[in-house]
């Protein structure tokens, strides 16, 4: 039986979770392939103590090596699996390695979103593959099922609960009617949240992967830069609680759409129907919703993050590489489904010229004509509204409105905003959500 | 650019949607390809009247046959689209199309169900490839997520809502406590039942699709006469409205899991948690939920049938056979996720031996130690309970009484139910429904 051999780098939750299938899925693998995929070297730079035993492992007939360049050249690795995270060094080390003619799998959400362009270029060039199925939705093989699963549709959106952290902290607001503090802060207890959460609840996370799958939807080059992204920390209880009573549940959504010649690209809280599918994803659970122009509306489920699940995404792209070689890798999907040359870099649409429909919420003095005035200005800016609630009464205090508009273009609906904020009952910021409907 | 031609046999539902998007959609599967991807020839049998116009298409550039065996051997064609359904003629037409080393496409479940095991072997001798993504979830990719997005795992366990009319109908049921023989009429009278409902209501249309499932998923040949098969038509509006009150909904799911050395393999009307992902999934929607020992739960959702869903699957395949051809064929996973050597003959457990909880629904006199009776029986044999439910109370007239056991053979609760039957204050037959749970 012949055999595939894999350089893995990195050997943290992920890159634990790989080894331990590559160790121990051993006859399944060879089952599933008709040949052997042999793990033959890590790459940890930790010095300090022996992995060979590391989490469970029985690393005793791997190679332990720990300055990763020692690897990426070796005659007796086939694949190398970049498993550390961030820009660098992952770049650098994924670039050397596919001019070594290696075949590149990574779970680089980072990596792919900034330097993906980069990246495929150089393993057109040399003839190797590169998967990253694992860069998102944890174990769900969401990227298969767009590249190649519905490669006969134009796809007509993408709507991604992308990062589990935000989904789990959301969740529990809703479920306990809890502070986004609070919730945050134990949710870093239970190991939920990193200590520093800020890529994952000011969006940055679900960008770097909706910047990959908004590309693939569309056949276009990756433009992290330009997706627009708003985080979930302003979401309030009250929020919750009046999207509810409309209807509604919050998530953070990462959008990608067509817009005229260009994409919508956009990371935000947002309502959605309480009777989606998507608003049944609850806790850290992610979910991507594909809708093609013949298929209709799809969607994918499962766990988002974490060793194991995420390591089954991982090694999905080293069995597909594995049957492939040693002669077939050019009859792999391209790995962004289009072919270098039929790609477009399609301009991301700019967020003002987005039309949704919007949740405001408005903190108002209860005073005679203060509701008349802020309609009035929706009405001169055509904003119809769907629902208005307002409901405690004081005479001292600012009491919450909350307004649903009918379909807007967002610079027109800033502007009447911005007239509103004006106003002298009205106090503070308005918040304002976007809503997101689905179809049939 | 190089072409790759399609035949396609059978313009109904389906055949017209493939053909649809092989015209309309070609330019964005050049893009994807690098290759075009051209409809030669359509065979359909009506020689009635002219079909060049057939519900909007123009197919005037294309090869109209009325006897389909003479596509099968055109030098024009690569890849043979089998749309007709049924076991024969689509088995001869296959068959011989294989022997002249065409590449096969397929949305016939009954087909592979029953003779799948003799086409894969008749396609690897050709060296030509077989998919038959379509047969299964209608637009949803499953086979390609199962087959290739979860090859690094051993699978656990595959639950499938796999029938659009039988979920539209406990859809409706649930909803509007309605008989479920007044639903069934108004599906047929919209078109979402056929006249004659059987293979769907009976379950074995849903038997089909779990036999192919079930097959992939643990690397066993197909061996669709041992699924044990219960469709809905004994469901009432009490059933689904007992199992609402515990927390449940009933939907007809295709269920393969590992038991021993063997696997179960069995459809039915099963009670799921109202709060899991697949309870969620209604009317007509198809939705597969599959899990790993790695990737946990993961769950496919889409539309299960349909002109345009279904031809979505049927041209990714066709799709991915292009890319691979001419030469790469070899390199396409084998179409049942394992090389036929590495298949197993795994032996399908006798329902009696499978052990499950259970929902049981009986109608009993209400007189003084009746529900003692029966709850000693069950106490005999070592069935313990989870809930009674007993509501209405009449002197004359037999109640329902519900019961939710807790984990037990099956074997064992018919010896306890034909027990329970011979009661003189128990009527009629008990209703036995099985629960299925998902795990976090």
Do not use: W
């Not at 930790?46 to 992995?51: A, G, Q, R, Y």
């Not at 609840?201 to 708003?230: C, N, R």
């Not at 509204?385 to 919450?400: G, M, N, W």
Request: glycine share 10%; net charge negative; proline share 3%.
């Amino acid at each position: 039986m012949s055999e595939v051999r894999v350089g893995l780098i990195g050997l943290g939750t992920i890159g634990t979770g790989v080894a331990r299938i590559l160790l121990e899925q051993t006859e399944l693998m060879a089952r599933r392939l008709g040949k052997r995929v042999r793990l033959t070297a890590v790459c940890d730079r930790d010095l300090s103590h022996d992995i060979t035993h590391h989490r469970g492992l029985d690393l005793s007939g791997v190679r332990l090596v720990h300055d990763a360049a020692k690897m990426l050249a070796a005659d007796d690795i086939d694949i190398i699996v970049e498993l550390i995270g961030g820009y660098e060094p992952a770049r650098s080390l994924v670039v050397e390695a596919i001019g070594h003619g290696k075949h590149i799998v990574t779970a680089n959400k980072a990596l792919i979103a900034k330097h993906g362009e980069e990246l495929f270029t150089l393993a057109a060039q040399h003839g190797t593959a590169i998967g990253f199925e694992a860069a998102i939705g944890g174990g769900i093989p969401c990227l298969k099922a767009l590249r190649e699963g519905l490669a006969a549709n134009a796809i007509t959106s993408v709507h991604g609960i992308l990062n589990g952290t935000c989904n789990y902290i959301l969740t529990r607001m809703e479920d306990e009617g809890a502070d986004y503090h609070d919730v945050l802060r134990d949710a870093q207890t239970l190991g939920y949240a990193e200590a520093d959460p800020t890529f994952d609840v000011e969006g940055v996370d679900t960008a770097h992967k909706l910047a990959i799958l908004g590309a693939m939807a569309f056949g276009s080059t990756i433009d992290f830069a330009s997706v627009h992204t708003e985080g979930i920390a302003a979401i309030t209880p009250d929020d919750i609680a009046s999207a509810s009573e409309l209807g509604f549940r919050i998530k953070l959504l990462g959008i990608a759409k067509p817009h005229g010649d260009g994409v919508e690209m956009r990371v935000h809280p947002t309502l959605v129907p309480i009777e989606s599918q998507i608003a049944q994803v609850s806790d850290s659970y992610n979910a991507v919703l594909i809708s093609g122009d013949f298929v209709e509306n799809t969607m994918y489920y499962g766990r988002g993050a974490g060793e194991r699940p995420t390591a089954s995404a991982v090694v999905a792209d080293i069995l597909d590489i594995a049957r492939a070689l040693p002669d077939g890798i050019a009859h792999l999907a391209p790995p962004m489904g289009f072919p270098a040359a039929h790609r477009l870099n399609l301009a991301t649409t700019p967020i003002a010229e987005v039309e949704c429909e919007y949740f405001l919420r408005l903190m108002v003095q209860d005073e005679p004509g203060s509701i008349a005035a802020i309609t009035q200005i929706l009405a001169d800016h055509r904003i119809s509204l769907e629902a208005v609630i307002q409901k405690a009464r004081h005479q001292t205090q600012a009491v919450p409105i909350v307004l649903l508009t009918h379909q807007t273009r967002e610079g027109n609906l800033n502007t009447a905003i911005s007239r509103i904020a004006a106003l002298e009952s009205v106090q503070g910021e308005a918040m304002i959500l976007r809503i997101e409907r689905f179809g049939a």
